[in-house]
């Protein structure tokens, strides 16, 4: 439960630092500039906008679903997810789970978006372990005084050349990773058309 908790509270965090991103024209050519910029207007950003998220959900949804793949490749994050089942999918099966994969995000998470309080952000270490790929190191700070470690992925799109966020860990656990252990064992037992499916109806709710 704690784990749930914290996941959704970092997935709101990654989704409201994608969201002010338009309007701010972050940086995408660094890594660090691009987290950097974005955690400068988050912050301000959440509180501007908290009551009138607050007041309708599917805004929420609409406002995150919107600003949220320019700069969050979810295609990577699905195929990632799938592991070996991408592999033996068909392109339209692929097709499907990315799209349902995505919704179940906004769904399960747009609304801890507006729950949010956070004080600080602060990146404390950037690594590129090698070319295109880094990981960027924050320290969130709540308004409760509780520090977490966060640490934000992303490659470098070699068409676009921008760089692109594709998972978060908090406390040294992977939202990818979770979500790809969750879904092996659906796989397995249920099989690909089932769990993209089930996926589906769970997101008309």
């Known amino acids: 439960m704690i784990f749930k908790r914290r996941i ?4 709101g965090l990654l989704v409201s630092l994608v969201v002010t991103s338009a ?38 949804k609409a406002f ?10 979810t295609p990577k994050m699905a195929r990632y997810v799938m592991g070996q089942y991408w592999r033996s999918a068909t392109p339209k099966q692929q097709e499907e789970f990315t799209e349902a994969f995505k919704d179940t995000l906004l769904r399960s998470y747009s609304q801890s978006l507006i729950k949010l309080r956070v004080s600080k ?35 470098l799109n070699n068409h676009t050349h921008k760089w692109m966020l594709y998972d978060v860990t908090i406390e040294g656990i992977s939202l990818l990773l ?28």
């Not at 890594?31 to 009138?52: A, F, G, H, N």
């Not at 995150?64 to 490749?73: K, S, T, W």
């Open 64 to 73: 995150a679903d919107e600003y949220i793949l320019p700069y969050v490749d």
């Open 121 to 155: 952000i602060k990146v404390t270490r950037v690594e590129e372990p090698r070319e295109g790929r880094a990981t960027v190191m924050t320290d969130v700070t709540q308004s409760d005084g509780n520090v977490s470690s966060v640490i934000y992925r992303a490659y």
């Open 178 to 205: 979770n979500y790809r252990k969750i879904f092996a064992s659906e796989f397995d037992t249920k099989g690909i058309d089932q769990v993209i499916a089930s996926l589906k109806e769970k997101n008309k709710v």
């Open 8 to 11: 959704v509270v970092l997935f």
């Open 23 to 60: 309007q701010a024209q972050i940086n995408q050519s660094d890594p660090k500039e691009m987290v950097q910029e974005l955690s400068q207007t988050v912050l301000k950003q959440i509180d501007l906008q908290r009551e009138e998220l607050n007041s309708d959900p599917e805004k929420v």
